[in-house]
T-cell receptor, first 112, second 112 residues
Framework: GESVGLHLPTLSVQEGDNSIINCAYS??????FIWYKQESGKGPQFIID?????DKRQGQRVTVLLNKTVKHLSLQIAATQPGDSAVYFC???????????FGTGTSLTVIP | KAGVTQTPRYLIKTRGQQVTLSCSPI?????VSWYQQTPGQGLQFLFE???????NKGNFPGRFSGRQFSNSRSEMNVSTLELGDSALYLC???????????FGSGTRLTVV
């Protein structure tokens, strides 16, 4: 089966610092990747996505980097704010259909 | 624009019973997927529907089933409930295939 793993289960950062959340994926054929944020009591919220024909994509305060050579995905959050505290999941998809495989998640805590 | 709506939000059932969960996708979204989320297993794919057809099914026993109606609304059913079925069940909709999801807030199922 698929394996999407995260290097660190927890991450604490000071407010205003940049955060980097990492994710390793196992299927070299995966062609679409998404980062989700999940706050307590809510469903996962889409943050940013990237397709395999790109290696970097930027959004508002967030950047996703994709390194297909080592099958690694990262999410960078600039100027982290208390509202960024949540669990972050990476998800990968291979081929047609909409079946995504999710990582186990990283819990980000922002210290005011 | 209304998001993905899942009902009910909370449910308590007894072992051996069956349960039906409902999901209304975002208007215009034709792809609906279901996931089970538990602390131990994370987000596990259950099934995916597109235009009333089940396109993919995850590695769950036959007690888990689902369907999609012509208006894209979806239901999932779990029969002969077991204690291990206690989880957050998340529904997600997508405009089409190969697009990211928008998740609902989930149905928290507790089996006692």
């Amino acid at each position: 089966g698929e394996s999407v793993g995260l290097h660190l289960p927890t991450l604490s950062v000071q407010e205003g610092d940049n955060s980097i959340i990492n994710c390793a994926y196992s299927n070299s054929a995966s062609d679409y990747f998404i980062w989700y944020k999940q706050e307590s009591g809510k469903g996962p919220q889409f943050i940013i996505d990237i397709r395999s024909n790109m290696d970097k994509r930027q959004g508002q305060r967030v950047t996703v980097l994709l390194n297909k050579t080592v099958k690694h995905l990262s999410l960078q959050i600039a100027a982290t704010q208390p509202g960024d505290s949540a669990v972050y999941f990476c998800a990968e998809k291979t081929g047609t259909g909409n079946q995504f495989y999710f990582g186990t998640g990283t819990s980000l805590t922002v210290i005011p | 624009k209304a998001g993905v709506t899942q009902t009910p939000r909370y449910l308590i059932k007894t072992r051996g019973q069956q349960v039906t969960l409902s999901c209304s996708p975002i208007s215009g979204h034709r792809s609906v997927s279901w996931y089970q989320q538990t602390p131990g297993q994370g987000l596990q794919f259950l099934f995916e529907y597109f235009s009333e057809t089940q396109r993919n099914k995850g590695n769950f026993p036959g007690r888990f089933s689902g369907r999609q109606f012509s208006n894209s609304r979806s239901e999932m059913n779990v029969s002969t409930l077991e204690l291990g079925d206690s989880a957050l069940y998340l529904c997600a909709s997508s405009l089409s295939l190969n697009y990211g999801y928008t998740f609902g807030s989930g149905t928290r199922l507790t089996v006692v």
